[in-house]
């Protein structure tokens, strides 16, 4: 359940455990603006190419597109862009956090797609953020090929 007063959301997808110094986590996604009545999942195969900074989709049980904004990952592009670690250097841990806000930032809130720092920055200085929830997953590559067959 949602915060009671609970206007938009915002999801940011990340990799802690990206090395090299940086002080910020690896961004493999940023969704704004997301409406609140979209809070019970998201559609599948969302579709957002790498120059445009909006993605459509109907909340479940309507019909009705709705735009939720995308900001700028740490690949240098928008869209999601799943996990890729480097072979056998041991599990990534990549965190979902979810923000309930009481307003919205609009299209016109940035010049350009906003970085995670930015939008962060922007978020807890304008808007209240009512709640926020974390889910944490792992993923590894061993560098083994998997051989299937029919």
């Given at each position: 359940t949602l915060p009671e007063s609970t206007n938009t959301l915002v999801l940011i997808v990340e990799d802690i455990d990206v090395v090299g110094g940086k002080k910020d986590p690896f961004v493999h996604w940023i969704l704004y603006d997301i409406p609140s009545e979209v809070f019970h999942g998201l559609?599948?195969?969302?579709?957002?190419?790498?120059?445009?900074?909006?993605?459509?989709v109907s909340p479940r049980?309507?019909?009705?597109?709705?735009?939720?904004?995308?900001g700028m990952n740490s690949f240098g592009s928008l869209?999601?862009?799943?996990?890729?670690?480097?072979?056998?250097?041991?599990?990534?841990?990549y965190?979902?956090?979810?923000?309930?806000?009481?307003?919205?930032?609009?299209?016109?809130?940035?010049?350009?797609p906003p970085t995670r720092s930015q939008l962060l920055s922007a978020m807890y200085s304008t808007f209240n953020v009512l709640g926020k929830g974390t889910l944490m997953g792992t993923y590894e590559r061993t560098g083994r090929r998997l051989r299937g067959g029919v």
């Amino acid at each position: 359940t949602l915060p009671e007063s609970t206007n938009t959301l915002v999801l940011i997808v990340e990799d802690i455990d990206v090395v090299g110094g940086k002080k910020d986590p690896f961004v493999h996604w940023i969704l704004y603006d997301i409406p609140s009545e979209v809070f019970h999942g998201l559609p599948q195969h969302i579709k957002s190419g790498p120059y445009t900074d909006k993605v459509e989709v109907s909340p479940r049980g309507t019909m009705d597109p709705v735009s939720i904004l995308q900001g700028m990952n740490s690949f240098g592009s928008l869209g999601y862009r799943g996990p890729e670690p480097p072979i056998s250097m041991g599990p990534h841990r990549y965190f979902f956090h979810l923000y309930a806000i009481d307003g919205a930032f609009g299209e016109d809130a940035f010049e350009s797609p906003p970085t995670r720092s930015q939008l962060l920055s922007a978020m807890y200085s304008t808007f209240n953020v009512l709640g926020k929830g974390t889910l944490m997953g792992t993923y590894e590559r061993t560098g083994r090929r998997l051989r299937g067959g029919v």
